[in-house]
């Protein structure tokens, strides 16, 4: 097997005497999707911070690549996460620049990652918009008279364009209407296989879960309390807390 993408070890995190983290550890293997899972609160976001550097645990670490992401200084950091790196948030206008056009909002991220050239950075955001099923005529818009699907679209294209290694993803289906979830999630499995991307998916969402990662990770107050393939975990769960999980989400 080859040798992990992303690991944590031993990561523990307090707020005062709250837990958040409590001893977690995990591997992403690269080319896969890692599903994690839990009610608010369960500290599966807290967990995403600080998988990409964007909060310090107390105790344990994350290793990117076999290198240990808080030797590596915030410079280093920032350039992870404008190149190897990407992070889809759940609310979209996190993830845009409002008073960008949408295409702006694409070709921000190809500069950042050191491409110049005009023509190319317009033809790349054209392709991308039309990737995520936005209409191309639409480039000069901004992100604000877009509806919030398709913002998160135009955010999954902003991220997905510097065909980063590891993408971060914050409850992508947040908020958005069934219908528009489903049709979200469709595109990101597409794009997920396309491109042979590693992703972290921390989701509420079990249907979520089940239709985009291999693996999955269940968290219950800053633990993890049950791992595995996710056809296991959720036919045959093991622990009284990820059988609650599944037996809400049947009886809905």
């Excluded at 645990?57 to 990407?86: F, K, N, T």
């Excluded at 190319?120 to 480039?139: Q, T, Y």
Aim: proline share 4%; net charge neutral.
């Amino acid at each position: 097997m080859s040798a992990p993408l992303l690991s944590a070890e031993g990561l523990t995190l307090r707020f005062g005497r709250v837990p958040a983290l409590l001893g977690v550890s995990l591997d992403l293997f690269p080319g896969e999707v890692l599903a994690i899972v839990g009610e608010s609160g369960s500290g599966k976001t807290t967990l995403l911070r600080v998988l990409s550097g964007q909060a310090a645990p107390q105790e344990g670490r994350v290793l990117y690549r076999g290198q240990d992401i808080a030797a590596m200084g915030e410079a280093a950091l920032r350039r992870l996460l404008r190149s190897e790196w990407g992070y889809v948030h759940q609310n979209p206008r996190d993830g845009l620049r409002m008073s960008v056009s949408a295409g702006g909002n694409v070709g921000e991220r190809l500069m950042a990652a050191g491409v110049r050239h005009y023509g190319r950075i317009r033809a790349a955001a054209r392709e991308w918009l039309a990737r995520v099923e936005i209409d191309p005529a639409r480039m000069d818009d901004l992100p604000g008279t877009f509806s919030g699907g398709m913002q998160q679209r135009l955010q999954i294209a902003r991220t997905l364009v510097t065909h980063p290694a590891l993408v971060f993803m914050d409850e992508p289906t947040g908020g958005l209407d069934v219908s528009v979830q489903a049709r979200l999630l469709d595109l990101i499995r597409g794009l997920v296989a396309d491109l042979g991307l590693s992703v972290l998916l921390v989701t509420h969402d079990i249907a979520a879960a089940r239709l985009l990662a291999g693996r999955i990770l269940v968290m219950r107050r800053g633990e993890v309390v049950e791992q595995g393939l996710t056809e296991r975990v959720l036919e045959d769960p093991q622990h009284p807390y990820t059988q609650l999980l599944v037996s809400s989400v049947l009886a809905a």
